[in-house]
């Protein structure tokens, strides 16, 4: 019996033929910790904004109500979803802790 000799792919059709992706290192991004500290500071800002936009309708500079009730709900749903991505990681790290005991 007489051995069968394989020879590489590139061998066959030519090294140009098959083309292999280049791999670049991914660029630093910015960490989680980083992240949610430009989401607690966003939070703050529409917080304080919205306290702003209602001492201005109480003093008379703003008499558009929907202006004072809109600043004043978006600050109200950014700082509950922040209050619920704070709960997901207290559970997590629960977990990981029950886990690991």
Do not use: C
Not at 23 to 30: A, D, L, N, Q, V
Not at 41 to 55: F, G, S
Request: charged share 30%; glycine share 4%; no cysteine.
């Amino acid at each position: 019996m007489n051995p069968v000799k394989i020879n590489p792919v590139e061998q066959a059709v030519g090294p140009n033929f098959i083309q292999r992706p280049e791999i670049e290192p991914k660029p630093k991004g910015e960490s989680f910790g980083d992240f949610l500290k430009s989401a607690v500071n966003d939070v703050n800002e529409l917080q304080t904004r919205a306290a702003e936009v209602e001492e201005k309708f109480l003093n008379g500079e703003i008499t558009d109500v929907h202006q004072v009730m809109l600043a004043s709900e978006e600050a109200s749903v950014a700082f509950e979803l922040l209050m619920e991505i704070r709960n997901k990681l207290l559970d997590s790290y629960r977990e990981i802790i029950r886990t690991s005991a």
